[in-house]
Nanobody, 125 residues
Framework: EVQLVESGGGLVQAGGSLRLSCAASGFTFDDRAIGWFRQAPGKEREGVSCIRSSDGSTYYADSVKGRFTISSDNAKNTVYLQMNSLKPEDTAVYYC??????????????????WGQGTQVTVSS
């Protein structure tokens, strides 16, 4: 059974940092692309970042480039999202998702097969 479990969310002041984790079971990262999405109340889901551990390729939304870093630890089957210089507009529920290694549009949710339950990130001004 494929399972994705996010952790690391919380409340932080603007300018602060958080590191989210996505622990996966039921598959190996080499076979998958792992993405991070977020959804704020009243807003559409946004694809934030994606990584293919097989070749290290990454994707970042323009809104987070230079502030967020995605990485993977294949030995732990865990993907991380390091979030620095957080802004109030980063406040959202953050989800990780697993999709096929060959997905073309990592910013689109329907490219992914499995989703975690989400973790809340709140950035105060």
């Amino acid at each position: 059974e494929v399972q994705l479990v996010e952790s690391g969310g919380g409340l932080v002041q603007a300018g602060g940092s958080l590191r989210l984790s996505c622990a996966a079971s039921g598959f190996t990262f080499d076979d998958r692309a792992i993405g991070w999405f977020r959804q704020a109340p009243g807003k559409e889901r946004e694809g934030v970042s994606c990584i293919r551990s097989s070749d290290g390729s990454t994707y970042y939304a323009d809104s987070v480039k230079g502030r967020f870093t995605i990485s993977s630890d294949n030995a732990k089957n865990t993907v991380y999202l390091q979030m620095n210089s957080l802004k109030p507009e980063d406040t959202a529920v953050y989800y990780c998702a697993a999709g096929p290694i060959g997905l073309i549009r990592p910013w689109l949710g329907y490219e992914y097969d499995y989703w975690g339950q989400g973790t809340q990130v709140t950035v105060s001004s």
